[in-house]
């Protein structure tokens, strides 16, 4: 055994958080996913090589979980084989469709105030975006076994009739090529019907306190829209229910409105439907929200924490983790697609900064690759500070949405490991983590 252990030797995507007890060190493996519960002695000991220190049953269960690895082994050269394959082999494709720019409301700080057209896409661009998704899936572009198709806007809603049209041909085709279809409309609720809810997996809406929304989520006239938003969703309580369609909603968290989000929390899990969906965004300042107070990355992560915690006092299923994917976000894996209302190309809802156009991927779709080769080549294994970085499984590398691509977690890391550690061995069921834990 002391041959064994001799081979062996820590991790270099170990990651070491202290705890409330000194003598209790928690480990995480950012490869893996592995998170165990320690003597402080034994985290010493790994951090130092010295398994001598180690009894063999510790050390294989530290093997096993991908804390200690061969001493030849190049875990740099590993983690990048694993995330050209996963770039590779990604079986889902992200279908992103701006219907309109147009809205219902005039909710004062919305990024499209800059550039706010009035045109709608066309049934042509609808029915040349699934002539690509089936050109992407027959020629085995990638190997795809499910399409997510996304609604966006302004609002949608507004052209609910090519939604419509939109599905029903996509759900023939998925039918036909044996792929599942998610669908998602990402609207603002007022023109929320029964018909939406059928249709959808999910609807996205953004609400947060009523004092708030009113105030910014306002309509043309200046009136508020809150009442009338909740109003909907509430009239197909029941129809979300029979569809089992999720409620996914969106708070948009600032310095003002962050006391709230418990409140508003609890009423979305009052309304009697079967599937919600609570996320929380920090604001964001540009130009259209200069003047609205947001949270330091700190108090944002520490209120995103505290949410965290209070959907499993819940009994909600929680999927936050610092999960290693070690997968491109939507726009760095090959040919997933965002068209614009007037009929141009992006990769995802984050690009608002299309290129080309439909007519460019006529007859080659592999052009949507030549025209993003920027975002296609993207390796962040080839940049010296992210390949040589612990990090670079979970976060991506540096992503051109991202101002600083070294925060990339809405929680601090050892804030929730130390949490993890504490709350999962009773009620591991309130945890999705897939594949993540060893």
């Given at each position: 055994m002391r041959l064994r252990r001799m081979s062996l030797k820590a991790s270099f995507y170990n990651h070491y958080t202290s705890t409330d007890d000194p003598a209790r060190t928690v480990l995480f493996n950012k490869f893996w996913g592995s998170v165990a519960l320690v003597d402080h002695e034994v985290a010493w000991h790994i951090a130092e090589n010295d398994m001598a220190a180690l009894d063999a049953e510790m050390v294989a269960e530290l093997e096993g979980s991908g804390f200690l690895v061969p001493t030849d082994l190049d875990e740099t050269a590993a983690a990048e084989?694993?995330?050209?394959e996963r770039k590779a082999a990604n079986s889902l494709l992200a279908i992103t469709v701006e219907l309109t720019q147009e809205c219902n409301l005039a909710c004062p700080f919305c990024y499209q105030n800059s550039y706010r057209g009035t045109g709608a896409i066309t049934?042509?661009?609808i029915d040349r975006i699934q002539h690509y998704v089936e050109t992407v899936i027959t020629e085995g572009r990638r190997p795809i076994s499910e399409i997510a198709l996304r609604f966006?806007?302004?609002?949608?809603?507004?052209?609910k009739d090519k939604i419509l049209t939109a599905i029903s041909g996509m759900r023939d085709l998925a039918a036909r090529l044996g792929v599942g279809l998610n669908t998602q409309v990402d609207t603002n609720g007022l023109l929320l019907d029964e018909m939406v809810v059928r249709e959808m997996d999910a609807t996205s809406i953004t609400i947060t306190n009523k004092a708030d929304h009113d105030k910014v989520r306002i309509r043309h006239n200046g009136a508020g829209s809150y009442e009338q938003i909740l109003g909907r969703i509430k009239r197909h309580t029941e129809h979300y229910n029979t569809y089992e369609t999720v409620l996914a909603v969106r708070y948009n968290v600032n310095a003002f409105n962050a006391r709230y989000v418990p409140e508003v929390y609890r009423m979305v899990k009052s309304l009697g439907l079967k599937y919600t969906q609570f996320d929380l965004f920090n604001t964001v300042?540009?130009?259209?929200?200069?003047?609205?107070?947001?949270?330091?990355?700190?108090?944002?992560?520490?209120?995103?924490?505290?949410l965290i915690k209070l959907k499993v006092e819940y009994g909600e299923t929680v999927t936050d983790f610092p999960r290693p994917t070690f997968s491109p976000c939507s726009a760095y894996t090959p040919y997933n697609l965002k068209v614009t209302a007037d009929g141009r190309l992006a990769l995802c809802d984050a690009m608002t900064n299309p290129r080309a156009s439909t007519d460019d991927l006529l007859g080659d779709v592999g052009r949507l690759r030549e025209i993003f080769s920027d975002i296609d080549g993207h390796n962040p294994f080839q940049d010296h500070q992210c390949g040589n970085c612990s990090n670079v499984g979970i976060c991506g590398g540096k992503l051109y949405c991202k101002e600083d691509p070294c925060d990339f977690?809405?929680?601090?890391?050892?804030?929730y490991l130390r949490f993890f550690a504490e709350t999962y061995p009773a009620v591991p069921q309130r945890f999705d983590l897939g594949s993540s834990v060893g």
């Open positions: 084989q694993r995330y050209l049934e042509q661009a966006i806007g302004g609002e949608p809603l507004m052209q300042n540009y130009d259209y929200n200069v003047m609205i107070p947001t949270l330091s990355g700190e108090q944002f992560k520490r209120l995103y924490l505290d977690l809405p929680f601090d890391m050892d804030e």
